[in-house]
């Protein structure tokens, strides 16, 4: 059994479709703005759609043409919805707040207590079953957030940044709990990290301005990127172009790469795109010559620290980057505004169709 979703939203320049397996974990990422909220609002039903369909397991969501047919409300979709803040009921103990959804679907009070007390434990979380939410640091609060909404029982799981709002030691624990509480469920997590898609989801989608620009496999994506968003994503410098006999054609200059892991030869003529790690630019103040390589006069746009290395950015927008040493950068005297030389060996950039 599957979910589906198709839906419109015209004034936002929404058009998206969308499917799941039964125990798939999919990412959505894009940029802000590009419709990742207006996605999980038409799945929640907080948003009506001008035209589309959903259905869960068989059973229809929404079925809508003109803003009008069958819509299922909020509460009877089987959907739970986790969002960035934890929104606990501030009047209920972490107990009496996860036994919430079974106790409003009609369980017995005691059994629904029972559940909720399971499903503490599962998020690590019985500890804290007595406490209100105002006694809750955010990391404990987002994990009874996670329990009440599992306590729900929902046939879709809807993610909206759950780490988003968690400091920097309470977030990977809670990633550590989801990856362990979303085996075998189905869930739609909206993330800007790629740590996010790389630890949780079997697959990633790339919106962009209302529409998905690319989807696949979490580690298809990220290694083989078809989108500049998806490519900054994945760290990596991203030139689109049309291919040629020895490798990619951009608007201003010619790329030498390989692709040995492609099947077959590469689609001379078609558009492609060629990748490459600023880890693998090298930074000189004259051309470069010699092995096959490749040679692009730039203009410094910014420099920037980047862990132990300094990334330099050029070109038009600064969408090239390199990361050299910070004795590098000293020695070259680079600053925003003079031209240098990026200089990548081909073996070092791989071109695939675009």
């Known amino acids: 059994m599957t979910f589906t979703v198709q839906a419109v939203v015209a004034d936002r320049g929404f058009d998206v479709s969308l499917s799941l397996g039964p125990t798939e974990t999919v990412a959505v990422m894009g940029p802000n703005g590009a419709g990742k909220?207006?996605?999980?609002?038409?799945?929640?039903?907080?948003?009506?759609?001008?035209?589309?369909?959903?259905?869960?397991?068989?059973?229809?969501?929404?079925d809508v043409a003109g803003g009008r047919g069958p819509w299922t409300p909020p509460h009877r979709r089987g959907t739970a919805l986790l969002a960035q803040e934890p929104l606990l009921f501030p009047h209920l103990s972490a107990l009496d707040n996860v036994a919430f959804g079974p106790r409003s679907a009609g369980t017995p009070k005691q059994q629904a207590r029972d559940s909720a007390s399971r499903w503490l434990a599962e998020v690590?979380?019985?500890e804290l079953e007595s406490r209100r939410p105002v006694e809750l640091s955010g990391g404990q609060s987002q994990r009874v957030a996670v329990a009440r909404a599992l306590a729900a029982d929902p046939g879709l799981l809807l993610l909206d940044e759950p780490m988003a709002a968690l400091d920097i030691h309470a977030a990977p624990l809670l990633r550590r709990l989801l990856k362990r509480v979303l085996a075998g469920r189905r869930a739609i997590i909206i993330t800007h990290d790629i740590l996010d898609a790389l630890i949780l989801a079997d697959r990633v989608v790339i919106l962009e301005n209302g529409r998905i620009s690319e989807e696949g496999p979490t580690r298809d994506v990220l290694l083989r990127p078809r989108s500049r968003f998806a490519a900054g994503l994945a760290g990596l410098n991203?030139?689109?172009?049309?291919?040629?006999?020895?490798?990619?054609?951009?608007?201003?200059?010619?790329?030498?790469?390989q692709h040995d892991d492609l099947p077959g030869p590469l689609p001379i003529g078609q558009p492609g795109v060629a990748v490459f790690p600023p880890s693998a630019v090298s930074v000189f103040m004259a051309e470069a010559h010699g092995s096959p390589r490749n040679s692009f006069p730039v203009t410094i746009t910014d420099l920037?620290?980047?862990?132990?290395?300094?990334?330099?950015?050029a070109g038009e927008g600064g969408q090239l980057?390199?990361?050299?040493?910070?004795?590098?950068s000293a020695d070259l005297a680079l600053v925003p505004g003079i031209e240098v030389y990026f200089v990548i060996k081909a073996g070092a950039v791989s071109i695939y169709p675009g």
């Open 37 to 62: 909220s207006t996605l999980l609002a038409v799945i929640a039903g907080l948003l009506h759609p001008d035209s589309g369909r959903a259905e869960v397991d068989g059973r229809v969501l929404f």
């Open 321 to 328: 980057s390199a990361d050299i040493t910070p004795e590098s």
């Open 304 to 313: 920037e620290p980047h862990g132990d290395r300094i990334r330099v950015r």
């Open 124 to 126: 690590e979380a019985g």
């Open 238 to 257: 991203f030139v689109v172009g049309t291919i040629t006999e020895h490798g990619l054609q951009a608007r201003d200059l010619a790329v030498y790469g």
